[in-house]
């Protein structure tokens, strides 16, 4: 039966092939005979007793031999298992190191690790670290307020009156396109030195500020002018901050006018394209400047709605998702006589980046069409701001309606809806040029608190989308004092390049008054923040405390992980937050989803769960003990867990004081530091150290021979109690250097690798010394040194037993070369202490297996031999069974591991297979193997990964967007002072100043990371044991002929033995399961699907949305500028020419609000 690949979202496959005994004991049918009609496929249960014998078979062109019957496997697989136990115990060297450990019991101590105190402490220094910068922020933006209210408003302000660091000067200076160098700045712009702060990754100025305007915002405006002359004072508080706390990173304020300053100075990091970075578009500006929001977004696409506006329409609404967060809720719907969702959401859905790109996909497909009906498209938006029965913010609650004009007022939908508590704020957007009445759509919006904008050109949109801001922050401003309270944001990436952060943030409030008298301004000047890298956060943790599994994570109220060792994005977006569940980046459970919900709700607790986890190299996945124990972190939004595997309540702590801490010499001059140099590699084996951060001073190196050199010259200099080391790390590496030389003493050295077919031998602890014997299998050993983050290590600690890694290779790789047998498996186990009660597993062992050569051995172990140099055979008249060595042409045998990789083969063209999945190899027997439970399955998603962009279905040569008028057009003069025209030379004019937007959509994004890679969903599979633990006998019926197979897994190991005969039919191949990591072009799980099924999270305590004394007369007085001919045709001429004009975007930071 064919059975397709599976692809994502697709589910298990279907029974065939069935696996089913072979009845009676009479002879089986030749190949190609048909078999009797059979019942019903039986349970597994059901199936051949374990000692229940196959009948004999004559093999093809071999009719003495027959198919292997069941006790003989069993006797193969013991002789497998003997085998490995035997080198494993003789090279391993698990007894003799457990005996090495308690020789040495003096050097060391075993510590516990206790969960709850543990947690504890590093939630209240966490604690402690975010309370220094909420103090900070509370000193910034107190001070802003101050220093606003005291400022006199200049009318008559010149830009040469100010002087500041322009961080974008130096950029522009280099662009002789730019504004300033056209136009020749009068703005008296500072020249700063910098020096280099790793702190930052950046180069800095301590002593000033920078100050950073959107490119589409005049610089010489009044209002920017003002707003640079106030916010100059700031510097000294800046300042003074740091000298309080010289770990403060980049403190910030954004100001609701688009001016961002903040320290300290360094250069605005520019990109290649036009620079599209507005402070009030950030993550934190927008969970800072308002509260959450349930938004729904209607769209007019009537028949009037021309090209041009609707294409106005459609970039409106996505610049409106960008100025979304995940606490906000949003709704898009398209109206004319009806009203409908643009997108398969039904309800408000939470404005994730997955659920904001379904939108601006959807928003793509609007047509125009029909004539307008106002009526239909708000009922809609009411009633889904009234629908309670769904998850929402339940704070700002608001309809953003984009139309061309219109004259209903639908006064009746308010009265019904709105009126009299008016709880819906309603903003219009005018869009296009045309010459419609706005007063309707000015009275909609004054009449339900809302605001009225008009967009007429592509310009006006990024400006226009982001002020309803302001409007929303007026009850936040009124609240006074109530409204002033830290919130702490996602993880998101730095614009400025300190990777991943969060920040603090405080709305900073207008204090000023028009007079005695008057009403209090209710004006939001802004967002003040402070960043906190994760690294910081991260040090405030134990690291090797924990073990390779353990590990502390955090997670905030939306349930997206702030620290977890999983949190790896492969690409960043600065314009996106980092939003990771914690459920996606562990495998979803039960228990785990009563976890999380617990963290959110800011409780406490402590749970043991059996749950799945992936292997670092994300090719296995192992079934495992872990403990978890969770507190929240107070002040904060964040909770912090802590896990740890049962083997990781105790840890090792070297106690060397005996020994050194009396020696007022150098390390270098310690008796075991003596293994570490490389002059005693040859006789005791090439030393690997982990990178990790032994003392201050110490270089890091990605090379570890050089990183070895670093750290053996720091050496030289510092004794072993320096205050500048760490001397838990330092101590526990000399001790394991030690225990490590002395195992190559007792175990290693005298004996001949050569005779057991063994490239190497090796032992890695805890640590972080990974030593391997002999030196020159140091060239072809690839294992990161860093026995953390090695697959191996941690996939030992995590099983019981020997386990067995081939190397890694790729379906779409070549095959293995196998030369020099530098080809090797390794195969790894974890040594158990048992101390004074206490079970900890310090140190993995192991050795590394000569590919060909345990082929070969393989082949005999799995044969009829009686001696070792004498294979069994048979005559014509004899009836012998068919083994692994003689019959390699009829007779498959191979070793599998846990995650379906291929191990062992005794057909010596698969050998270059190696570590390739099965089902890669014979997608037949795989099938076969996990329909009968052998293996499990395991699907997940990868939200952090990258792709390569997606080439688009086709390019055209036109400018994007812009409509083309005809000859018909240029000769018609009425066209020429139609809307249309108006339109298409204000984007003309905005085109000459940003040349991308008459760059086709592919030529914009070259020479950007973007262009390069994109993050994107991966759909990853993993195969791991199932639950048949017994020996199996099973036939694979491929209708007219079938295939006979055993299984059994090998005792204390992670391999599968199987022997099957070898694929006679082609039909038998349809099947293919697959491993490998696929893209999921619809962005993983079906979106619409998982909105109806919400996971659970809360949002802020606190909303502002109200307060009775708010002043909403002011809403928007837009009016229309009619073009005038003469300018038209002077603007034409000179296009036509080729002498395009060079003026600026004006786009004018007016405060309307």
């Known amino acids: 039966m064919a059975v397709p690949a599976w692809t994502c979202g697709a589910s298990r496959p279907g029974p065939a092939p069935t696996a089913l005994p072979w009845p009676g004991r009479g002879p089986r049918p030749g190949p190609g005979a048909r078999r009797p009609p ?5 349970p597994l249960s059901l199936l051949l007793p374990p000692l229940l014998l196959l009948p004999l078979l004559a093999a093809p062109g071999a009719s003495a031999y027959s198919f292997p019957q069941q006790h003989t496997m069993q006797h193969w697989a013991r002789r497998l298992e003997q085998e490995i136990d035997g080198v494993m115990r003789i090279f391993g060297g698990v007894q003799q190191l457990r005996e090495i450990y308690k020789d040495n019991r003096n050097l060391f101590e075993v510590q516990e690790n206790e969960p709850q105190k543990l ?12 309370d220094r910068k909420v103090r900070a922020l509370k000193r910034l933006a107190d001070a802003a307020e101050n220093f606003q209210k005291a400022h006199r408003w200049q009318d008559n302000i010149k830009e040469e009156d100010i002087l500041y660091y322009d961080a974008k000067a130096d950029a522009e200076l280099d662009d002789p396109e730019s504004e300033d160098v056209e136009r020749g700045s009068k703005v008296s712009t500072l020249r700063l030195d910098f ?23 005049y610089k010489g405006s009044t209002v920017i002018l003002n707003e640079l002359n106030w916010t100059e004072a700031l510097e000294n508080v800046f300042i003074e901050n740091r000298r309080q706390d010289p770990t403060l990173l980049w403190q910030v304020f954004g100001s609701a006018t688009g001016v961002t300053r903040y320290y300290p100075a360094t250069p605005w990091r520019a990109p290649k394209k036009i620079d599209l970075y507005d402070v009030r578009r950030r993550p934190w500006y927008i969970q800072g400047a308002s509260s959450p929001k349930d938004m729904v977004i209607i769209v007019d696409v009537s028949g009037s709605v021309s090209g041009l506006t609707l294409k106005l329409m459609k970039t409106s609404v996505c610049e409106m998702l960008d100025t979304l967060s995940d606490d906000d809720y949003v709704n898009v719907a398209s109206f004319n006589e009806k009203a409908q969702p643009v997108s398969c959401f039904t309800h408000l859905v939470q404005a994730n980046v997955r659920n904001k790109k379904v939108f601006k996909e959807a928003v793509q497909g609007m047509v125009a069409k029909g004539t307008t009906g106002y009526k239909a498209g708000f009922e809609y938006a009411f009633d889904q701001l009234q629908n309670s029965n769904i998850t929402r913010a339940n704070c700002n609650k608001m309809i953003m309606m984009f139309t061309d004009g219109g004259e209903d007022r639908v006064q009746d939908v308010f009265e019904k809806y709105n009126w009299p508590n008016r709880t819906v704020r309603v903003f219009t957007f005018s869009v296009g040029q045309h010459n419609y009445d706005v007063t309707p759509l000015q009275w909609m919006a004054c009449a339900n608190k809302g605001y009225y904008f008009e967009i007429p050109s592509i310009g006006a949109i990024r400006i226009n989308t982001q002020e309803y801001l302001d409007v929303l922050g007026r009850p936040m401003v009124l609240a006074g004092k109530e409204a002033k309270q830290v919130q702490w944001t996602n993880v998101y990436e730095d614009a400025l390049g300190l990777g991943l952060v969060v920040t603090g943030t405080l709305p900073v409030f207008n204090l000023t008054q028009d007079g005695p008298g008057e009403k209090k301004n209710q004006l939001i000047l802004g967002v003040m923040g402070i960043d906190v890298a994760l690294n910081d956060i991260k040090r405030l943790t134990p690291n090797y405390t924990l073990g390779a599994n353990g590990y502390v994570f955090a997670i905030d109220l939306n349930g997206y992980v702030l620290l977890h060792p999983n949190l790896k994005p492969q690409t960043t977006n600065f314009r996106e937050p980092v939003t990771l569940d914690f459920l996606d980046a562990e495998l979803e459970d039960e228990n785990k989803e009563e976890i999380r919900r617990s963290m959110i709700d800011g409780n406490k607790g402590h749970k043991q769960i059996r749950t799945l986890v992936k292997s670092l190299d994300e090719r296995y996945v192992d079934e495992v003990v872990r403990n978890y124990t969770w507190v929240p972190i107070r002040s904060t939004n964040y909770s912090l867990g802590l896990v740890l595997p049962p083997y990781s309540t105790f840890y090792l702590q070297a106690n060397l ?6 020696v007022k010499l150098p390390i270098s001059k310690l008796k075991d530091f003596e ?11 090439h030393v690997f150290i982990a990178p990790r951060e032994y003392c201050k001073d110490l270089n890091a190196s990605d090379n570890n021979t050089e990183f070895l050199k670093n750290f053996i010259e720091l050496m030289e200099k510092v004794t072993p109690d320096s205050k500048q080391c760490n001397n838990f790390l330092l101590h526990n590496l000399i001790l394991d250097t030690g225990i490590t030389q002395q195992l190559v003493e007792r175990v290693w050295r005298d004996q001949d690798l050569n005779t057991y077919s063994l490239l190497a031998v090796f032992a890695a602890t805890d640590g972080g010394i990974t030593r391997v014997f002999p030196n020159k299998a140091a060239e072809d050993w690839t294992e990161n040194p860093e026995p953390f983050n090695a697959s191996f290590y941690r996939r030992s600690l995590d099983n019981y037993g020997y386990i067995f890694k081939p190397p890694h290779q790729d379906a779409l790789l070549r095959p293995l070369e196998l030369e020099n047998d530098t080809v090797g498996i390794l195969v790894s186990t974890a040594v158990e202490l048992s101390l004074g009660g206490r079970t900890l597993r310090p140190a993995v062992v192991g050795v590394k297996l000569d590919l060909e050569a345990w082929a070969e051995k393989f082949k005999v172990l799995a044969s009829n031999r009686t001696h070792q140099d004498q294979p069994q055979k048979c005559g014509p008249s004899s009836h012998c069974e068919m083994d692994c060595e003689v019959n390699n042409e009829d007779l498959l045998c191979v070793l599998i591991d846990d995650g379906g990789f291929l191990v062992l083969s005794n057909q010596n063209h698969q050998w270059d297979q190696v570590g390739r999945f099965f089902s890669e190899v014979d997608a037949n027997l795989m099938l076969a193997l996990y329909n009968n439970s052998f293996y499990t399955r395991k699907e997940s998603y990868d939200y952090q990964a990258a792709c390569a962009p997606q080439p688009p279905g086709n390019l055209g040569a036109a400018p994007r967007g812009v409509f083309v008028p005809t000859i018909a057009d240029f000769l018609n003069l009425a066209w020429w002072t139609s809307a249309a025209a108006w339109s298409l030379f204000q984007q003309l004019l905005y085109g000459l100043i940003y040349h991308s937007w008459f760059q086709a959509d592919s030529a914009e994004a070259e020479g950007s990371p973007e262009a390069r890679e994109s993050s994107c969903v991966m759909k990853q599979t993993q195969y791991y044991f199932g639950s048949v633990n017994a020996s199996y006998n099973a036939i694979i019926d491929c209708g007219n002929c079938s ?9 204390n190991t992670n391999l599968l033995f199987v022997v099957a005969e070898k694929p006679l039919c082609s039909q038998c191949e349809a099947g293919r399961l697959l491993q490998k990591e696929t893209h999921c072009p619809a962005d993983g799980p079906e979106q619409c699907e998982l909105v109806q099924r919400p996971r659970y999270r809360r949002g802020p305590h606190i909303c502002f949305d109200y307060n009775a004394t708010e002043d909403t007369s002011d809403c928007g007085r837009g009016a229309s500028f009619p073009p005038s001919l003469g300018v038209l045709v002077s603007l034409q001429l000179l296009l036509l020419l080729g002498l395009p004009p060079r003026p600026q975007p004006q786009v004018h930071a007016s405060r309307r609000l």
Not at 38 to 42: F, H
């Open 119 to 130: 947690v504890e402490k590093v939630a209240g220094d966490i604690e402690s670290l975010l």
């Open 675 to 685: 293994f570490l140099l490389p002059s005693s590699f040859e006789s005791e084996g």
């Open 1043 to 1051: 295939r006979l197979f055993h299984a059994q897994r090998l005792t």
């Open 657 to 662: 004081s005996d020994q050194i801490l009396q």
């Open 195 to 217: 020096v280099e702060d790793s702190n930052f990754k950046n180069k800095v100025n301590y002593s000033y500020t920078a100050v950073q305007i959107p490119t589409d915002i």
């Open 38 to 42: 059979s019942g019903p496929p039986r």
